[in-house]
């Protein structure tokens, strides 16, 4: 085991396509994990609109009046750092400003009115004005851009991990259940694969969406029963070959039980067909959530979602703002097809006969 173990990691790592896709989903990983950290706008979901500075291009900047939140709200810093501030500062976008006794006075961002406002300096909660800028500009509802793109990794990730988990529970569990007894077992299992993989995907998971109702967990569980049945094929395949090997014929004269000599026979010998299939699994999942947020069931606003994003500013393309809908394109494209790379080099490192 240890021999094909270091022969695996000596090709992999000669494997520059498979290092560079790897690297690059620990680094969305990374980011996904410590999103409100990195994001300029670590409200939660990278929610605060400013209206008057909507579709701005790529590193404006401009003055911003912040009046401090609520000291008495309490959030603590594990909840702030995975979900976001639930009580973010209230940021004002202004064009000029002076300060006049325990007065600030100041004109918001493109007002149309020429008159000033002003807000009271208390000593206890001053107000705060910065010269902020937006590396990758606003949307079309003045929030940051480069904050919504980078919370949209958590949504992606996510619908990858939690639908392979259940599809690789679910297909396991099946597809090794249909290879090792055979039979009318098989036939019943293979009659339910066969029925689900006739079914468009896509027109599945949105049957089952609208079923559960639209919402975050709900595209989860959606896509993980969709995706169960590749892997049970897969896995029902491995099984009828293994069960034929001596080993296992020697499991059965030790009396040993059928689940033990499954999943502690079995199932250990098939996992590299298993690893390749969950890589290309995690890239579907990515694509069928975009679409299903592109389509408006999936992730709700004002969740961030990378499909959702491309949906809220599709039009800009033709309008002189195509960044806007092809840089969550091309975070999509470049994570699906990372994980399809690193899929096709795990399947050439885990080759004996290569």
């Not at 909660?125 to 949209?152: A, E, W």
Request: charged letters at 15%.
């Amino acid at each position: 085991m240890s021999e094909l173990s270091s022969s695996f990691l000596k090709k992999f790592k000669n494997n520059f396509i498979g290092l560079s896709s790897l690297f690059f989903i620990i680094l969305v990983v990374i980011t996904a994990i410590f999103a409100y950290v990195i994001a300029p706008d670590s409200s939660k979901n990278s929610n605060q609109m400013h209206l008057s500075i909507h579709s701005k291009s790529p590193g404006f900047n401009t003055l911003m009046l912040i009046q401090k939140s609520n000291p008495s709200k309490n959030q603590s810093k594990l909840d702030r750092l995975f979900f976001g501030n639930k009580y973010p500062d209230i940021e004002i976008p202004i064009s000029t400003y002076r300060i006049q006794g325990n007065k600030i006075f100041f004109k918001e961002f493109n007002s149309k009115k020429n008159i000033e406002e002003f807000l009271m300096i208390s000593s206890g909660n001053p107000p705060l004005v910065i010269k902020k800028k937006f590396l990758l500009g606003t949307d079309k509802f003045g929030r940051d851009f480069l904050s919504r793109i980078i919370i949209g990794s958590r949504i992606s990730l996510s619908i990858g991990f939690v639908a392979v988990s259940i599809s690789l529970i679910l297909g396991i569990f099946f597809g090794s259940i249909a290879g090792y007894y055979g039979g009318r077992i098989d036939s019943i299992i293979m009659w339910i694969i066969n029925v689900t993989w006739s079914v468009p995907t896509l027109l599945l998971v949105i049957a089952i969406t609208l079923g559960l109702g639209k919402g975050f967990w709900q595209v989860f569980v959606a896509v993980g029963l969709t995706m169960w049945v590749e892997v049970a094929r897969v896995v029902r395949g491995e099984v009828i070959n293994i069960k034929q090997q001596q080993f296992i014929s020697a499991a059965n004269v030790l009396g040993y039980t059928d689940f033990r000599i499954i999943y502690r026979h079995i199932v250990p010998n098939i996992t590299s067909p298993i690893i390749v299939i969950t890589a290309a699994n995690f890239a579907a999942a990515i694509l069928i959530e975009s679409g299903l947020s592109f389509l408006g069931i999936g992730a709700q606003p004002p969740m961030s979602s990378w499909g959702a994003i491309i949906k809220e500013h599709y039009n800009e393309i033709i309008l002189g703002n195509a960044y806007l809908a092809l840089i969550p394109g091309m975070c999509i494209l470049l994570l699906v097809m990372s994980f399809m790379l690193i899929g096709n080099s795990l399947r050439d490192s885990l080759d004996v006969k290569s």
